[in-house]
């Protein structure tokens, strides 16, 4: 049972415009959601997390947005630049200490920016 | 954040032999955490690592195949052991970041793995 789901394997869109990757969830005791991103050849790199107190986090070009009735979250990229082209990992946790502190992945979002 | 070191980058290996990654960190970590992603799926945990302490397995992982060393607080070694094709995977070892600016976690560059 995947208790974290990325439903899009792969996202093209136009430099400029937004691009918008999904995740579902399952599991209610997440308390952190975390988006990487991973190169070819490269392990994955952090991005940005939003903490299950929150709906919105925003770092540049980066937003998350949560919706913890829904059990979704998704990640805004605005404006998409070709250098934004990778696969796009959603990860979720357990708070630190407790029985679920550890990341549990999706399969990931291949997304392709074109000039 | 830190900065991880993880070797061999790749290896492609005799099926019935063994392998050992090995990690090494930057800066002192409590805990770290070795990831398998294998062809066209999710990175899955594999197991925990503590320095001084037995690693934690994830369910369906067994230190007989997986045996792990944390001799210290920088380093870790995880060996696949008496390999077979499916054991062909992408092999990654993480750190959490402590800083208070987020939460998240560090990973090494990965070990990418065919066994023949």
């Known amino acids: 049972d995947q208790q974290v789901k990325q439903n899009s394997p792969s996202l093209s869109v136009q430099e400029g415009r937004i691009s918008i990757l999904n995740c579902d969830y399952t599991?209610?005791?997440?308390?952190?959601f975390l988006w990487y991103k991973k190169y070819p050849a490269e392990g994955p790199t952090f991005l940005i997390s939003i903490s299950s107190i929150k709906d919105k986090n925003e770092d540049g070009r980066f937003t998350v947005f949560l919706n913890k009735s829904a059990k979704h979250l998704s990640l805004h990229i605005v404006p998409s630049q070709p250098g934004d082209s990778a696969v796009y990992f959603c990860a979720a946790s357990g708070s630190r200490g407790g029985s679920n502190y550890k990341l549990t992945f999706g399969k990931g979002t291949l997304l392709t920016v074109n000039p | 954040s830190a900065v991880i070191s993880q070797k061999p980058s790749r290896d492609i290996c005799q099926r019935g032999t063994s392998l050992t990654i090995q990690c090494q960190v930057d800066?002192?970590?409590?805990?770290m955490f070795w990831y398998r992603q294998q062809p066209g799926q999710s990175l899955t945990l594999i197991a925990t690592?503590?320095?001084?302490?037995?690693?934690?397995?994830e369910s369906g992982f067994v230190i007989d195949k997986f045996p792990i060393s944390r001799p210290n607080l920088t380093f870790s070694t995880l060996t696949v052991s008496n390999m077979s094709p499916e054991d062909s995977s992408i092999y990654l070892c993480s750190v959490e970041d402590l800083g208070d600016r987020f939460y998240g976690y560090t990973f090494g560059s990965g070990t990418r793995l065919t066994v023949v």
């Open positions: 599991n209610s005791m997440f308390d952190y």
């Open positions: 690592a503590n320095q001084g302490s037995e690693a934690t397995y």
């Open positions: 800066s002192q970590v409590t805990m």
